[in-house]
C-alpha cells in the first residue's frame, strides 16, 4: 500500500480528527509496545476520545503499574486504527490480524518497517516507539499527566535496556530528565523492570543456561528454549522477555542467537551481535530489526536453523 510519511504535528492532527480509535500493536507486546499504546490511549482519552488498546497475553507484574491507570473504553467499530511500535502487519497478534489491511496510522521506529498503513510515523533513529509518541502527545496539546510520564519511561527504558544499549542517545537522557521532573519513580520502576525477575524467570534461565552451546572460538553462543521448559517452568510469555539478552553478555561473544519454540512448531530467533548488522543477516531468514538485535521465525529442526545461522554469521565473522 502507498503510505504517506508524515510528522508529529500531522500525526496529532489527524487523531484529533477521531473519535473511536483502536490501537493496535505487535504480538508478545514488550514495554515499548504497551507504554506507547497506553501513553497515546491516556492522552486521547483527556481529549474526549474513546479508546481501545489491544494486547494479548498475560503481562509481567511490571506492566500493572502503567495497566492500572488505564480503562478501555467500548468503541465499537472503529473509525481509526492506529498501529504503534509495529513494524509489519504480520506481527499482529491473531484476534487483530483482520486490520492488517485498514491501520490508517501507523507510528513506528523500526529501521525495517514495511509500509502498510495509510500514514506513516516512522523516526528510525529513535530508540523507541514510546519518545515519538511522547512528541505527538505534546502535539495534540495534552497535559502529560504523571500516568503518561510513566508509560513513556516504561518504553524508553526497556527499549534502552535501562539507557545501557548503543542506540540510546542524548535525547533519551534528556526525555528521562523531563520524565523524572513530572513525576516518574525511577528508582521504584527500574528495581521493578530491571532489577527483579519472576520465580518462572530464574528457572528458565536455569534451564536455558544448562543447554548452552559455543561455537565459532566463543564467538557465538546460543541457547534453546522449548515449550516443554516454558511449561516445566510455568513461565509466561512476558516471563522471557529479554532472555535474548543473555548470551550477548557473555564476554567474548560477538553474536548471541536465541531459539524460542512456538506453539505452531516454527522456531523464533533472537539475534543480539556487539559489532555485526544483526537486522541484515535475521533479513536473510525474512527477518529484520535493529542494528544489534533482530529476529526472524524459522521452520525445521533447531539442528538445521542452528546450522544455517552459524554459517551465516561466521562469514561476517571471516571465520569462513
Ligand atoms: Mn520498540
Redesign the pocket.
Known amino acids: 500500500m502507498e503510505t504517506r510519511r508524515i510528522n508529529p504535528e500531522e500525526a496529532a492532527a489527524r487523531l484529533l480528527e477521531a473519535d473511536n480509535i483502536l490501537i493496535l500493536t505487535h504480538k508478545n507486546p514488550?514495554g515499548?509496545?504497551i507504554g506507547?499504546g497506553i501513553a497515546i490511549a491516556l492522552a486521547l482519552q483527556q481529549k474526549g476520545k474513546h479508546c481501545r488498546v489491544c494486547w494479548t497475553g498475560e503481562l509481567a507484574g511490571f506492566y500493572s503499574l502503567i495497566t492500572e491507570c488505564y480503562q478501555p473504553d467500548e468503541i465499537g467499530e472503529p473509525d481509526f486504527v492506529l498501529a504503534v511500535?509495529l513494524a509489519n502487519p504480520r506481527l499482529l497478534p491473531e484476534d487483530t490480524i483482520g486490520y492488517s489491511d485498514r491501520v490508517d496510522m501507523v507510528i513506528d521506529?523500526?529501521a525495517t518497517s514495511v509500509e502498510f498503513a495509510r500514514e506513516t510515523l516512522l523516526e528510525s533513529a529513535a530508540s523507541?516507539?514510546?519518545e515519538i509518541i511522547f512528541k505527538v502527545i505534546n502535539a495534540m496539546g495534552c497535559s502529560v499527566t504523571t500516568d503518561i510520564a510513566n508509560c513513556i519511561y516504561v518504553?524508553l527504558s526497556t527499549?534502552t535496556g535501562c539507557f545501557r544499549y548503543s542506540n540510546t542517545t542524548a535525547d533519551n537522557h534528556l526525555l528521562a530528565a523531563q520524565l523524572v521532573s513530572l513525576g516518574v519513580n525511577i528508582a521504584k520502576f527500574n528495581e521493578l523492570i530491571f532489577g527483579q525477575k519472576s520465580r518462572a524467570r530464574i528457572e528458565i534461565e536455569r534451564r536455558a543456561l544448562s543447554g548452552m552451546e559455543f561455537t565459532s572460538s566463543g564467538k557465538i553462543c546460543i541457547i534453546t528454549i522449548t515449550r516443554s521448559m516454558l511449561e516445566e517452568t510455568n513461565c509466561i510469555e512476558s516471563d522471557i522477555e529479554g532472555i535474548a539478552t543473555i548470551p550477548k553478555a557473555i564476554e567474548g561473544v560477538e553474536a548471541g542467537i536465541t531459539l524460542r519454540e512456538q506453539e505452531n512448531g516454527n522456531w523464533k530467533i533472537s539475534l543480539r551481535t556487539a559489532s555485526l548488522d544483526a537486522a541484515e543477516i535475521c533479513s536473510l531468514f525474512g527477518g529484520g530489526g535493529h542494528i544489534r538485535a533482530a529476529g526472524c521465525e524459522c521452520s525445521g529442526t533447531p539442528f538445521e536453523i542452528k546450522v544455517a545461522m552459524v554459517a551465516a554469521i561466521n562469514k561476517r565473522l571471516g571465520l569462513s
Open positions: 514488550d515499548d509496545a506507547s511500535d521506529h523500526h523507541c516507539c514510546a518504553g527499549d
